[in-house]
C-alpha cells in the first residue's frame, strides 16, 4: 500500500512513485502524516514559546500516525498446525511505501527501533530520500537504509533550503 500525507509535494511524489507500481493499493492522503514538529529535541537549547507550541500541537497528531502505521505482523503458525488455513497468507512479506516529511520520518525511526524520540533532529534525510524500515514478527527493527538519495543526481540533492552535500 502507498501512503501520504496531505500536503502537495508528497501526493505528487506518491502519485509519481504509485504509476511505477500499477495494482498496488494506494490509500487516501493522512493529514497525520503531514509535516510538523513531532517532539521536543534533547539536547535542545532555550526554545521560543511558538516552537514549545507548534511541538506541541504536532506531537499528539503524528504519534497517532506512528501508531496508525508501524505494527508487528502477527507470528507465524507453528509448521504442522492445521488451525491456520491461510498460513500462505500469515507468513507473506508486507511492504508499505510512506510518502511524507524528513521531520515525520526522523521521528518514525527513532520510535520503531525504540530509541529517545527526543534524538530526531539528529538524524538527517534529504528530500525525496529513501528509508527502509524492517519489522519482524518477532518485534526486531532494523533499519535498512535511512535517507538514502542514491537514485539522485548530485546537482539535484535538497535538504531544507539547501542543495548539495557540503551546507
Known amino acids: 500500500v502507498v501512503r501520504v500525507s496531505n500536503l502537495a509535494r508528497a501526493k505528487e511524489t506518491a502519485d509519481i512513485i504509485a504509476s511505477h507500481l500499477p495494482g498496488v493499493e494506494y490509500a487516501d492522503p493522512d493529514p497525520d502524516l503531514n509535516e510538523g514538529r513531532p517532539c521536543h529535541n534533547i539536547p535542545g537549547g532555550r526554545a521560543s514559546e511558538g516552537t514549545i507550541e507548534k511541538t506541541d500541537e504536532s506531537h499528539g497528531r503524528i ?3 506512528f501508531q496508525k502505521t508501524f505494527y508487528r ?3 507465524p503458525a507453528p509448521k504442522g498446525d492445521d488451525s491456520d488455513e491461510d498460513s500462505d497468507e500469515s507468513s ?3 511492504f508499505e511505501i510512506i ?3 524528513a521531520n515525520v520520518i526522523r521521528y518514525f525511526m527513532c520510535r520503531a527501533l525504540q530509541l529517545p524520540p527526543e534524538a530526531w533532529l539528529r538524524l538527517c534525510t534529504f528530500n525525496c530520500s529513501l528509508t527502509y524500515l524492517t519489522i519482524r514478527p518477532t518485534g526486531t527493527v532494523s533499519c ?3 535517507g538514502d538519495i542514491g537514485h539522485i543526481p548530485y546537482g539535484m540533492s535538497t535538504f531544507s533550503m539547501h542543495t548539495g552535500y557540503n551546507w
Open 99 to 101: 510518502v511524507c516529511h
Open 144 to 146: 535498512r537504509m535511512l
Open 63 to 65: 504519534e497517532a500516525a
Open 73 to 75: 505482523a502477527p507470528p
Open 92 to 94: 507473506k512479506h508486507e
